[in-house]
């Protein structure tokens, strides 16, 4: 609606333009003529004032819409850094969790292996007993 409004204003304004500039052609010099012209150009000027101020308030309406854009898009960044800050937060934290989980496979490998070789020393251990228990039995016979 005020797109429209101003240019009807603009309209009046080219119109009255074009009254006074034919009124100062058409007779020279006639008092009737001049008033007619005065009185155009005052029309002519108050329309003139009007399309300014109906534009005055258009900037003023866009400067706020403006102000309250940036005002969004400033809230809008601190969110997504303080987003982006948890999100690096929980990337430090998985790298911890996986530095101790590989941390805890690797000394499960190692207990496993340290007890594979524990049953191997009991199997061994117990295979010298039996040949000391055999050797002892024939030391006792002879």
């Given at each position: 609606s005020q797109e429209r409004t101003l240019a009807v204003l603009q309209k009046q304004a080219f119109r009255v333009t074009e009254k006074v500039a034919a009124g100062l052609e058409s007779t020279k010099g006639s008092v009737q003529v001049e008033a007619l012209s005065r009185k155009l150009l005052e029309?002519?000027?108050l329309t003139i004032t009007r399309?300014?101020?109906?534009?005055?308030m258009d900037i003023q309406a866009l400067e706020g819409q403006l102000a309250q854009r940036d005002s969004v898009t400033s809230g809008t960044t601190?969110?997504?850094q303080s987003l982006d800050q948890k999100n690096m937060a929980g990337i430090g934290d998985l790298?911890?969790?996986v530095a101790c989980d590989a941390s805890i496979v690797k000394l499960s490998a190692d207990m496993s292996s340290g007890e594979q070789q524990m049953i191997r020393l009991q199997k061994e251990a117990a295979e010298l007993r039996s040949a000391?228990?055999?050797?002892?039995?024939?030391?006792?016979v002879k």
């Open positions: 029309s002519h000027i399309i300014v101020k109906q534009l005055s601190v969110a997504v790298r911890g969790r000391v228990d055999v050797r002892l039995k024939e030391l006792e």
